[in-house]
């Protein structure tokens, strides 16, 4: 029996993910994550870092490879793969793991077999300012035996972490001082190379 993985995802890598998808509110986004597998507990994989991917034809694969490539090439420099995927969907009321997701989660799993898929949860996230929770605003969804993807447990909470506590309250300090608006893309890349999809000043 394979010990099931547990996520860890920081606190930036998650904000950005989040800041990405309220950007385009009326459109499906996507993201990759960046991590590698814990080396004292390789029972925990580490999301280290998040790059937004697109906002406009999730579907098609040409601009997904040469996004995924570039995007290895660099990380990889610094130790890290792709460990996993994000999609938000285009409906608020939309829950559903959709075949777009599905489909490019395969594909990620290409790089890491335990590949994790987080799906955005709208209803999470308009929660968020009245409680006090902590655990993050994604649904997580793993692969299982038969190539299915499933949700994670009831909930999946426990198998996904936030690392930092407190990242929901600086989510919402930026979400409130409408930091969205500072999220390049890897589309916004594609149209004006001049801007970095790395975000390096996003959380400066």
Same mark, same amino acid.
């Given at each position: 029996?394979?010990?099931?993985?547990?996520?860890?995802?920081?606190?930036?890598?998650?904000?950005?993910?989040?800041?990405?998808?309220?950007?385009?509110?009326?459109?499906?986004? *996507?993201?990759? %994550? &960046?991590?590698?597998?814990?080396?004292?507990?390789?029972? !925990?994989? +580490?999301?280290?870092? =998040?790059?937004? $991917?697109?906002?406009? *034809?999730?579907? %098609? &694969?040409?601009?997904?490879?040469?996004?995924?490539?570039? !995007?290895? +090439?660099?990380?990889? =420099?610094?130790? $890290?793969?792709?460990?996993?995927?994000?999609?938000?969907?285009?409906?608020?009321?939309?829950?559903?793991?959709?075949?777009?997701?599905?489909?490019?989660?395969?594909?990620?799993?290409?790089?890491?077999?335990?590949?994790?898929?987080?799906?955005?949860?709208?209803?999470?996230?308009?929660?968020?300012?009245?409680?006090?929770?902590?655990?993050?605003?994604?649904?997580?969804?793993?692969?299982?035996?038969?190539?299915?993807?499933?949700?994670?447990?009831?909930?999946?909470?426990?198998?996904?972490?936030?690392?930092?506590?407190?990242?929901?309250?600086?989510?919402?300090?930026?979400?409130?001082?409408?930091?969205?608006?500072?999220?390049?893309?890897?589309?916004?890349?594609?149209?004006?190379?001049?801007?970095?999809?790395?975000?390096?000043?996003?959380?400066?």
């Amino acid at each position: 029996m394979v010990a099931e993985l547990k996520y860890e995802i920081s606190q930036n890598a998650y904000m950005k993910l989040v800041l990405h998808s309220l950007m385009h509110k009326t459109t499906a986004v *996507n993201g990759v %994550l &960046l991590g590698r597998v814990n080396l004292q507990n390789e029972n !925990v994989v +580490e999301i280290v870092d =998040s790059v937004p $991917l697109f906002h406009s *034809n999730l579907a %098609l &694969l040409p601009p997904l490879e040469i996004a995924l490539i570039m !995007v290895e +090439e660099h990380y990889g =420099s610094e130790g $890290l793969g792709i460990v996993g995927y994000f999609h938000a969907n285009e409906r608020f009321d939309d829950a559903e793991l959709g075949i777009v997701a599905k489909n490019i989660g395969d594909h990620i799993c290409r790089y890491f077999a335990q590949a994790a898929l987080l799906l955005l949860d709208n209803k999470k996230l308009e929660a968020l300012p009245k409680g006090k929770d902590q655990s993050p605003v994604m649904q997580l969804y793993i692969r299982d035996a038969s190539k299915n993807w499933k949700l994670a447990g009831p909930d999946g909470g426990s198998r996904l972490v936030i690392k930092e506590p407190v990242a929901n309250v600086v989510l919402l300090d930026y979400i409130s001082s409408e930091k969205w608006q500072d999220v390049v893309d890897f589309d916004d890349h594609l149209d004006d190379i001049k801007k970095d999809w790395l975000n390096p000043e996003l959380f400066k």
